[in-house]
């Protein structure tokens, strides 16, 4: 069974000597996904929550359009894969993209490819992105245990409706998107909340989502920013410290 941290020791050393220490340590461990018998890619990842992992890394790279096209998925702990069965044939795509993620993420889609705007009447307040960003991080049980791990989460604008930890801050969407495949969410007019950099990789999952609102309390990218402000997505990094940086999407932001 596939757990998400085991404890190691080590030894901590300070001005007045070592002593000897036991902490939970967040795991790290290659995954390999099979789509209809053929290797599609590997994960290095976080090993909870697979099945979240794996179908929205399909969905949001493409190769599945919904749940309804799934008809198998099994998670092998033992020999750390997962078999996925699609009720149709599917041409595989081979031209892979590495991208900027912790672990080395993996991506098939052309990053900078226009895509149709992400239409929405959402607006978000400056205090109502700290809060939840706040609760964030109270809601981060992985982070706390171990450190070492990203968090992100999907919000309706008042509660946090799915909240995903990885060691690779692209995974933590995948995890979002598969479970709001499962569980019938809809990502539309949500909130995008994460504590990693805002990469390409991250805008081009938000915008496959149709997240307006992309938020974290670090930095974006200037391709990231291009790309945001191409597809109409809100922007917003260094969500700490009761300030916000507004990158793109301005209009979206009302004080108050």
């Known amino acids: 069974m596939f757990i998400a941290s085991r404890s190691l020791s080590y030894s901590r050393y300070t001005a007045t000597g070592m002593t000897i220490m036991e902490k939970e340590v967040v795991r790290e461990v290659p995954v390999t996904v099979y789509v209809n018998g053929r290797e599609l890619v590997t994960f290095l990842c976080t090993p909870h929550n697979l099945r979240y992992l794996v179908l929205g890394f399909l969905y949001l790279e493409g190769i599945i359009g919904g749940l309804d096209e799934v008809a198998l998925l099994r998670v092998c702990d033992e020999e750390e894969m997962v078999d996925v ?16 993620g912790c672990g080395g993420g993996t991506t098939f889609a052309d990053l900078t490819a226009q895509t149709s705007k992400v239409d929405s009447a959402l607006k978000v ?7 939840l960003m706040h609760r964030l991080y109270r809601e981060a049980e992985l982070y706390r245990t171990t450190g070492g791990v990203h968090t ?16 690779g801050r692209h995974n933590t969407l995948d995890k979002i998107q598969g479970q709001c495949l499962l569980e019938g969410i809809d990502t539309r007019d949500r909130i995008l909340l994460t504590t990693g950099r805002l990469s390409a990789e991250m805008l081009s999952k938000a915008a496959r989502m149709r997240v307006p609102v992309l938020v974290s309390r670090t930095s974006p990218t200037d391709l990231a920013v291009e790309m945001a402000k191409a597809w109409g997505i809100t922007l917003i ?3 700490r410290s009761e300030q916000i940086h507004v990158y793109s999407g301005e209009e979206r932001v009302k004080l108050g």
């Not at 069965?85 to 900027?100: I, K, M, Y």
Request: hydrophobic share 40%; aromatic share 2%; proline share 5%.
């Open 85 to 100: 069965r699609l009720a149709h044939d599917v041409e595989l795509p081979t031209r892979r993209v590495l991208t900027s």
């Open 125 to 131: 307040t400056p205090s109502q992105v700290l809060g």
């Open 152 to 167: 992100s989460a999907l919000s309706d604008g008042q509660q946090l409706l799915v909240v995903a930890s990885d060691v």
């Open 237 to 239: 990094g260094y969500a």
